[in-house]
C-alpha cells in the first residue's frame, strides 16, 4: 500500500471514529425526542389521530426537521464558526467582531448572547427531567403495579448520574456512540415495522399536508406547532458540540443515521395511531411488541442519561467560558481529563443543577405535565442564534442587504412561529425556564457590571507606570533577591500592592507586572500566548493572552518565556502577591443598590485568583485593600 493509499485510510478512519463519537454526544438529545413527541401533540391538544391529522402532523414534523436542523443549523450556521468552535458564545464573539468600532451594537449584542447563554441553563434543567421521565414512563405501559413508582426511580437515575459527574465523561464516553447508534437504529427498525403495515403515511414528505392541517384547524394547528417543536430540541447541539468533533463528522451523523431513524421512528408511530388510535397513550412504547418492552425501556433510560450528560457537560463548559469572559465569579474547576482540556467537572453547578432537576421532577411529576415548560427556552435561544448569525453574514461575510434580508426572514418566520406558539404554554409551565434564564442572566449581567465599576474606580487611583519608575531613581528602595510577580488588569498603570511594599522601602531585584488577557477566541496558538517587556529598574511587563476555553496557568506561562530564553523563570524563587479587596458601597453606586449588594456577594464567595490561575499557594503572599464601588 503507498503512502497516499495509507494516509487515505488512516484519515477514512478518523472520519468513521469522530462520526460515531458524535452520534453518541451531539444527537442524544434530540434522539430522544421520539419518545414524547408525538404523545404531546395527539395526547395533549386532543388531536383526532385520523388520516388528515396525522399525515399533517408528520409533514410538519419532516418539515421541522429540514428547516430547523438541516438547513438552519448543519447546512447553513455551522459555516459560522469561530477558529473551529461553535455555540452561543463564539457566534456573539464573530457578532461583535463584526460590528467594532460600534460601542452600542457591541453591546446590543452581547445582551443577545449573554442571555441566549442563560436560557442555556434552563435547557440544562428541563432536558434531563424530561427526558428520564419520558424513559422510565415505558413503566406504566407494562404494568400498573408501577404507576407509584415512575418518579422515585426516575429521581434515583438523576441522583446516579449528577453523582457520576466527579469521575469524568472519559471513560464513560467511550460508549455513547456505540449506545446512541444502537438506539438509532432501533428507532429505524421499529417504525419500518409499522410503516410497512400503513405505508400510506409516506404521503407527509408532501408539505400540502402540513398546509392543510393548519387551514383546517387554524387556532388548534397553531397551539399544535408548540408540541412540534419538541421534535427539534437539541438541534443547537450540533452547533455547539462542532469544536469536538467538527462540521463533517456531525453532517454525515445526521443525514447518514439520525434523521433517517428518528423520522421512520415518527412515521411509524404515526402509521399506529391510523391502526390503533388508543395508542395516544404513548404511541413509543407501543410500537414494540410486548416481549421487547422491557428491554426498550432500559435502552431509552440509558439513551436519555446520554442526552442528559450531554447537556450538564455543556453546562460545565459554558460557566468556564463565561468566567474566562468576565460574565461569571471565579468557581473552582475540576480536570477530569489529563488529555482533553474539554472535560471539567465544575461541583457548584453540578449540585445546582442536581436540586434543580429533582425539583422540576417532584413539581410536575410527570413528562406530560413538563412538556409545557419544555421548548420556550430552547426556541428563542434558536431566534437568538438567528439574529446573532444575520449579523456575521452581513458584516463579516459581506453579504449584500438583499441577499442578508432574505436569509434573515426565512428563518426569522419560523423561528417566530415556534416561539409564539410556545408562548402560550408560559402560564402552564413556561415560566419556569424563563425566570431560571432570566435569574442567571441577571447574576452574569450584574457580575460584568460590578467589575467593570471596580476597574473604573482602580484605574482613577493608579499612577502612570513610567512615573512611578522615574520616582524610584530619586529615592530607591532597598532590593531583596527574587522575582516579585504582580497581577495586574491595567499593564499602563501601578497595583496598588506595588505602593504598599514601596511603603516598607523593600521591593524585589526583578518585578513583573502580568496582565492575563481573554480573546474572543476558543483558544490562542503557544507562539502568541506570552509577551515580555523589558522595562527600566528591573521592571518586567508580560501580557498572557488566553481563549475562552482554555484554563489559565500562570506558572505554565513564565515557563514557557523561561524556555524561549526572553525572561528566566524559577518557581521556588518567585513570590505572587495577590490582592483581596474589600468592597464598601460608594456614595454614588454606579448600579442599582440591590444589584451593588448582588455583586458584593458574588465577590465575596469568588474561588481564590492563586486556585484560578493555578499559582501553587506557598508562593502566594496576599494583602488585604479597600475600595469603593
Known amino acids: 500500500m503507498s503512502s497516499t493509499e495509507s494516509g487515505m485510510s488512516a484519515s477514512r478512519k478518523r472520519l468513521a471514529a469522530l462520526t460515531l463519537a458524535a452520534t453518541g454526544v451531539v444527537y442524544g438529545d434530540i434522539g430522544t425526542s421520539p419518545l414524547y413527541t408525538m404523545k404531546e401533540i395527539f395526547g395533549g391538544h386532543g388531536i383526532p389521530p385520523n388520516m388528515p391529522n396525522v399525515l399533517g402532523i408528520l409533514s410538519l414534523v419532516f418539515w421541522a426537521l429540514m428547516l430547523v436542523v438541516s438547513l438552519k443549523y448543519v447546512l447553513f450556521i455551522m459555516r459560522a464558526d ?72 426516575a429521581i434515583g437515575v438523576l441522583l446516579s448520574l449528577f453523582w457520576m459527574q466527579s469521575r469524568g ?46 387551514a383546517e384547524h387554524r387556532i388548534l394547528g397553531f397551539l399544535a406547532l408548540g408540541s412540534v417543536v419538541l421534535a427539534v430540541t437539541g438541534g443547537e447541539a450540533l452547533y455547539a458540540d462542532m469544536g469536538h468533533f467538527g462540521r463533517r463528522p456531525i453532517k454525515l451523523a445526521w443525514f447518514g443515521l439520525v434523521l433517517p431513524c428518528i423520522y421512520l421512528n415518527y412515521l411509524g408511530q404515526g ?41 450538564i457537560s455543556g453546562a460545565f463548559s459554558l460557566t468556564r467560558q463565561a468566567t474566562q469572559l468576565g460574565y461569571c465569579p471565579r468557581i473552582a474547576f475540576i480536570h477530569t481529563s489529563s488529555h482533553e482540556i474539554g472535560q471539567v467537572y465544575v461541583p457548584g453547578v453540578n449540585w445546582a ?54 436569509f434573515l426572514v426565512g428563518f426569522l418566520v419560523v423561528d417566530l412561529a415556534f416561539v409564539i406558539a410556545c408562548a402560550v404554554k408560559i402560564l402552564d409551565g413556561g415560566w419556569f425556564p424563563l425566570g431560571l434564564g432570566a435569574a442567571i442572566f441577571t447574576l452574569m449581567a450584574t457580575w460584568r457590571r460590578g467589575r467593570d465599576l471596580l476597574g473604573e474606580r482602580t484605574r482613577v487611583e493608579t499612577m502612570p507606570l513610567d512615573l512611578f519608575i522615574q520616582s524610584l531613581f530619586h529615592s530607591p528602595p532597598h532590593r531583596v533577591a527574587g522575582t516579585g510577580v504582580f497581577m495586574t488588569s491595567n499593564p499602563e498603570g501601578v497595583p496598588r500592592l506595588l505602593h504598599n511594599l514601596l511603603h516598607n522601602k523593600v ?56 524556555s524561549e530564553g526572553k525572561f528566566s523563570f524559577a518557581l521556588m524563587e518567585t513570590t505572587f502577591f495577590l490582592g483581596r479587596e474589600r468592597l464598601v458601597p460608594h456614595r454614588k453606586p454606579g448600579m442599582a443598590m440591590w444589584r451593588e449588594r448582588l455583586f458584593f456577594f458574588m465577590f465575596r464567595n469568588a474561588s481564590s485568583a492563586a486556585d484560578f490561575f493555578h499559582i501553587p499557594p506557598n508562593r502566594v503572599v496576599e494583602f488585604g485593600t479597600q475600595v469603593e464601588i
Not at 468600532?101 to 445582551?111: A, F, H, Q, V
Not at 449506545?179 to 403515511?201: D, I, S
Not at 414494540?288 to 450531554?310: F, H
Request: hydrophobic share 55%; with cysteine.
Open 169 to 214: 465523561t472519559g471513560q464513560v464516553g467511550t460508549l455513547f456512540g456505540p449506545v446512541m447508534v444502537f438506539w438509532f437504529l432501533t428507532l429505524g427498525a421499529l417504525g419500518v415495522l409499522q410503516v410497512v403495515e400503513q405505508p400510506r403515511v409516506l404521503l407527509a414528505l408532501n408539505p400540502w399536508y402540513g398546509l392543510s392541517f393548519f
Open 271 to 311: 402509521a399506529l395511531l391510523l391502526s390503533d388510535p388508543a395508542a395516544v397513550r404513548n404511541p413509543f412504547y407501543l410500537l414494540a411488541p410486548g416481549w421487547l418492552l422491557y428491554p426498550l425501556i432500559g435502552l431509552a433510560t440509558a439513551a436519555t442519561i446520554i442526552a442528559s450528560q450531554a447537556v
Open 507 to 562: 521591593l524585589h531585584e526583578r518585578i513583573v507586572l502580568l496582565t492575563v488577557v481573554t480573546e474572543d477566541v476558543p483558544t490562542v496558538p503557544e507562539i502568541d500566548r506570552v509577551e515580555c517587556e523589558s522595562l527600566d529598574y528591573g521592571f518586567h511587563r508580560i501580557l498572557v493572552r488566553y481563549g475562552f476555553k482554555e484554563a489559565p496557568d500562570i506558572p505554565a506561562a513564565l515557563q514557557q518565556l523561561s
Open 353 to 406: 443543577l442536581l436540586v434543580a432537576v429533582v425539583a422540576v421532577v417532584l413539581g410536575f411529576r410527570s413528562s406530560s405535565n413538563l412538556a409545557s415548560a419544555y421548548g420556550i427556552a430552547v426556541t428563542l435561544t434558536m431566534l437568538i442564534d438567528t439574529l446573532l448569525a444575520f449579523v456575521v453574514v452581513r458584516h463579516l461575510w459581506r453579504w449584500s442587504l438583499s441577499k442578508g434580508f432574505v
Open 82 to 153: 469561530n477558529r473551529g468552535e461553535g455555540g452561543i458564545m463564539a457566534l456573539t464573539a464573530l457578532a461583535n467582531r463584526a460590528v467594532q468600532g460600534s460601542p452600542r451594537k457591541m453591546w446590543l449584542l452581547t445582551i443577545l448572547g449573554l442571555f441566549g447563554a442563560a436560557l442555556f441553563y434552563g435547557d440544562g434543567v428541563i432536558t434531563p427531567a424530561m427526558s428520564v421521565l419520558s424513559a422510565v414512563e415505558g413503566l406504566h405501559i407494562a404494568t400498573p403495579a408501577f404507576d407509584g413508582f415512575v418518579v422515585p426511580i
